[in-house]
């Protein structure tokens, strides 16, 4: 076996979650092909990830959550694409569901584990 295969056989080491991502890690992160990420570029102008040289684009972590909520919009809650420009032309959250808004402080956070902490020790 040549050191070649090794290298291939071992797991990539996970990104932080503020790297920028690749096409295809875009698109293997969303399970859609790469070109569905392309098309949706045309029709959301929100979405604009980084081209480097030969057109390499590299998405960001806004980028990304934009994806995701695009994603679920379209395939989760069936929204059509005009939907889905609608709603964020609107200035419709950009958060995929689920995920915490940045307004929500630490200490509400905190406050939060601490009663499943207490309810816990209940038990």
């Known amino acids: 076996m040549t050191e070649d295969a ?8 996970r990104k932080s979650a503020l790297a920028f991502r690749t096409i295809s890690e875009a698109a293997e992160q ?7 990420l392309r098309f949706w570029e045309t029709k959301f102008p929100q979405l604009k990830p980084l081209k480097r040289g030969g057109g390499r684009r590299y998405y960001r972590p806004e980028d990304l959550a934009l994806l995701k909520r695009i994603s679920d ?8 694409i005009k939907g889905v420009q609608r709603l964020l032309g609107e200035g419709e959250p950009e958060l995929p569901l ?7 402080g630490l200490a509400e956070l905190l406050a939060e584990l601490d009663a499943i ?3 816990l020790r209940r038990l």
């Open 6 to 13: 090794d290298l291939e056989d071992r797991p990539r080491p």
């Open 30 to 36: 969303l399970n859609v092909p790469q070109h569905v």
């Open 73 to 80: 919009l379209l395939y989760t809650q069936g929204y059509t």
């Open 98 to 104: 689920g995920e915490p808004s940045e307004e929500r």
């Open 117 to 119: 902490a207490m309810t």
